[in-house]
């Protein structure tokens, strides 16, 4: 079975500039996650969607921060404008209705300079 | 919103038993305990989950007293490639329309030396 799928794998852009990561989630996996995992912390729940619908964006910063699922599926995360905290590890994840037990992507490791 | 406290770090050897506790006093009713493992440059991966009492799989075992407030993975005869963060999350099971809002503490570091 195929994972989690996410690109970039890195990507370094200045502060102000934008920057969006995609998704692919396990093939029949309802609910997607994304998460920002700073360096020495745990990740942090940025948006949940159930299908195309959002069911939890509570601690997405959403003056800069986007996210949508098309068609239930893909999903792309995006940062306008980028400031240098946003410097991470942007997680994706899926699940079945069972959310605790996620799948996680290999991430991509967002430099802000 | 239950809050998890578990030690920062931790250190073993090979083939010991590491035993790691994970506080939560103000879980839910509807809450299960779920642990997760995190290798460097990885994204987190699901060990086991449990309601209460014990629950076994191949990799760990997990110890739930019956208050609920706090729960023990159990990692038998840990070996090198065992180092790594683990993390103990505490949220309902199904999905539900509000968010689960399953939230990962800073976990812990395990270290296992020869």
């Known amino acids: 079975e195929a994972g989690v799928a996410q690109s970039p794998r890195y990507k370094i852009i200045e502060k102000r500039q934008s920057v969006a990561f995609w998704c692919n989630p396990i093939?029949?996996?309802?609910?997607l996650y994304w998460y920002q995992q700073i360096l020495g912390q745990g990740p942090k729940l940025l948006i949940q969607f159930q299908n195309n619908g959002v069911v939890d964006d509570s601690q997405l910063p959403k003056d800069r921060f986007s996210a949508e699922r098309l068609k239930g599926v893909d999903s792309t995360l995006k940062i306008q404008p980028a400031k240098l905290e946003d410097s991470a590890v942007y997680l994706c994840?899926?699940?079945?209705?069972?959310?605790?037990?996620?799948?996680f992507g290999p991430g991509t490791r967002l430099t802000v300079t | 919103l239950a809050k998890t406290t578990q030690p920062i770090s931790m250190d073993s050897y090979e083939g010991q038993e590491v035993n790691i506790t994970c506080s939560h006093n103000n879980i839910a009713t509807n809450d299960y305990i779920t642990w997760y493992q995190q290798f460097p440059s990885q994204g987190p991966r699901f060990i086991i989950q449990g309601y209460k009492t014990k629950v076994t799989n191949e990799v760990a075992s997990l110890f739930i007293p019956a208050d609920r407030k706090s729960s023990t993975l159990s990692l038998p005869r840990v070996s090198l490639s065992d180092t790594a963060v683990y993390y103990c999350l505490v949220g309902e099971a199904r999905v539900t329309g509000g968010g689960n809002k399953l939230t990962f503490g800073t976990g812990t570091q395990l270290k296992v030396e020869l």
């Open positions: 994840a899926s699940s079945t209705d069972r959310a605790y037990e996620q799948y």
């Open positions: 093939s029949g996996h309802a609910t």
